[in-house]
């Protein structure tokens, strides 16, 4: 079976004939599998198109996730000196900007002056939004011009048979950027209403990127929440703030008929039920204690397949720190319990963290593809066992 198949069929509760693998890859990790200059991979089209590619094909994975778009392909243009400096490089902009670029982990920005603190004002969000707000400050701008280029760059190097999921950012990721984190969660206290109107405004404009995405040849788009989770808020606010605007944004991607899955971090085991009234198909992460809350198996009842499910190994615990025997225990458990409930794509919970070696990815691959149904012959003939996934 095709990855891709194999892929389509998971998500939406068909009977692939194997667990289908996909894990989403940290930047750090990226970088320290390729053998590229670490802006070169953030800035540059063809080399981070290239990137993925080459990654995809050598762990295996069923599917690629395209975690960046909008790349400049002038954005070379920009440079004003580029110099080593003592773990990666650094790149003096036009601007007079400055971006450190690590060789294990995100960008650092260094802005010519802090900005002002934006106004708590749902009029000043502009309709069309034209960054990532990465993190922390960090932000990754979207050429307007080149906004999905990268979809379609990817598209052509993988060929048709692998799976592509694209990525777009919260609503609520987007709220915390404009104003600051500490800022921005007073805000939902002090004054909810404005708040409530200032993700409506981010809504609307992540559904239209959403729906640009929807024009490529893609199979799923991947909406990141990172800050949904119960460090940061507590269930009657995911469901005054998270709940209603993630809808709108799932909505607008299934409206075409590609399907939406939802990505939070850390400990939502406390509002699997919120998450699945958004409508979205899928679910990814599900970190498992002590990253995160969620119990594999309790997660797959509070669903009762309405979602599909993408994760949950545990990412530093299991894969970085764990024995072969510890890790191959863990993940045989996870696909069992995916091979009973369906719906599942075997991952990590989060990203594969920066130093996690090669080989634990490769194993986890050995484990999926030993886990494939056996042929017997019976009576000179052969007959196929699938999975019920």
């Known amino acids: 079976m095709k990855p891709r198949r194999r892929m389509q069929l998971a998500m939406s509760g068909g009977r692939p004939d194997r667990t289908p693998f996909m894990c989403q890859m940290s930047i750090g990790h990226m970088l320290q599998q390729l053998n590229v200059a670490a802006a070169d991979f953030w800035c540059d089209p063809r080399v981070f198109a290239d990137g993925l590619v080459r990654l995809q094909r050598q762990y295996g994975f069923d599917g690629i996730l395209v975690s960046l778009h909008g790349h400049d392909p002038e954005w070379r243009q920009n440079i004003r000196e580029r110099f080593p400096t003592d773990g990666g490089e650094s790149i003096r902009w036009n601007d007079g900007s400055v971006t450190f670029f690590p060789l294990d982990d995100l960008p650092h920005h260094t802005p010519v002056s802090e900005p002002e603190p934006r106004e708590i004002d749902p009029s000043l969000i502009p309709k069309e939004i034209d960054y990532i707000p990465v993190s922390q400050g960090l932000h990754f701008h979207v050429h307007p011009k080149h906004a999905f280029d990268i979809l379609h760059r990817v598209r052509s190097l993988a060929g048709s048979d692998v799976a592509i999921h694209a990525e777009v950012t919260s609503p609520f990721d987007y709220f915390l950027d404009w104003l600051g984190h500490e800022r921005g969660l007073m805000v939902l206290i002090d004054d909810p209403l404005t708040a409530s109107l200032m993700l409506k405004k981010f809504a609307a404009g992540v559904a239209v990127i959403a729906d640009g995405m929807c024009r490529e040849d893609i199979d799923a788009i ?87 499910v993408k994760g949950n190994v545990d990412p530093v615990n299991t894969l970085l720190l764990a024995s072969d025997a510890q890790m191959r225990e863990d993940v045989c458990r996870r696909i069992a319990l995916g091979k009973k409930y369906g719906r599942f794509i075997l991952s990590t919970a989060c990203s594969i963290a920066p130093h996690v070696p090669k080989e634990k990815i490769l194993m986890m691959r050995s484990i999926v593809e030993q886990d494939q149904p056996r042929k017997r012959t019976i009576f000179g003939k052969k007959a196929v066992h699938r999975h019920d996934t």
């Open 222 to 308: 991947k909406i990141s929440s990172p800050f949904a989770g119960a460090g940061f808020l507590s269930r009657s606010h995911y469901e005054e703030f998270i709940l209603p605007h993630e809808r709108t944004v799932v909505e607008a991607i299934q409206r075409t008929g590609i399907p939406a899955y939802l990505h939070t971090c850390g400990a939502i085991g406390d509002r699997l039920d919120l998450m699945k009234r958004t409508g979205a198909r899928g679910l990814e992460c599900l970190d498992p204690p002590p990253i995160g809350s969620t119990d594999l198996e309790e997660a797959f009842r509070i669903l009762g397949g309405s979602m599909f």
